[in-house]
């Protein structure tokens, strides 16, 4: 079944393409929750008037993404998780605490947008993509400590001082 998208669905295609697809895909997820229409000669006549202001919305969420990732491109998140004896951590940081981290420094970023493909489960730095625009995706660096306990602390002020 031929259908015009009327949304950027992602291994599909952009708003505005006319794609094949399974008919009871079409007629149970795509037409009903709006991400497509039928793609008749009279809804093709229809969808060249609505794709020019998709269009436009198009190029303005692009420019609002890329002016949110200038500013995220230089954000280094430090994340402190507890550790076992051997530097293991206990549990993994998660998008979600990634986007807690974020939110402190005052992004508003969804859990979806994070592209993190597995959970960080080791100390270290790693680069976290993004997802604010098909065309948009700055990298954030995440840095993942240990917590430090107090007696800890002593000790570390205590060698320096002697």
């Known amino acids: 079944m031929r259908v015009i998208l009327r949304e950027d669905l992602p291994n599909l295609g952009?708003?505005?393409?006319?794609?094949?697809?399974?008919?009871?895909?079409?007629?149970?997820?795509?037409?009903?929750?709006?991400?497509a229409m039928e793609a008749t000669e009279g809804n093709l006549k229809t969808f060249k008037d609505i794709a020019r202001a998709l269009e436009a919305r198009s190029e303005k969420e692009r420019a609002d993404a890329g002016e949110l990732a200038d500013k995220l491109a230089g954000v280094v998140l430090t994340i402190a998780v507890e550790v076992g004896e051997e530097e293991q951590l206990y549990g993994s940081v998660t998008s979600q605490m990634i986007v807690d981290a974020l939110e402190?420094?005052?992004?508003?970023?969804?859990?979806?947008?994070?592209l993190l493909k597995d959970p960080i489960k080791e100390l270290g730095a790693f680069d976290v993509p993004i997802h604010l625009h098909r065309k948009v995706?700055?990298?954030v660096r995440v840095v993942v400590e240990k917590i430090i306990e107090e007696e800890e602390k002593k000790e570390e002020e205590e060698g320096i001082e002697e």
């Open 137 to 139: 995706e700055p990298v």
């Open 14 to 35: 952009e708003a505005g393409d006319v794609v094949d697809v399974k008919p009871g895909y079409a007629r149970n997820y795509l037409i009903p929750n709006k991400l």
């Open 104 to 114: 402190e420094e005052g992004f508003q970023i969804k859990r979806r947008q994070v």
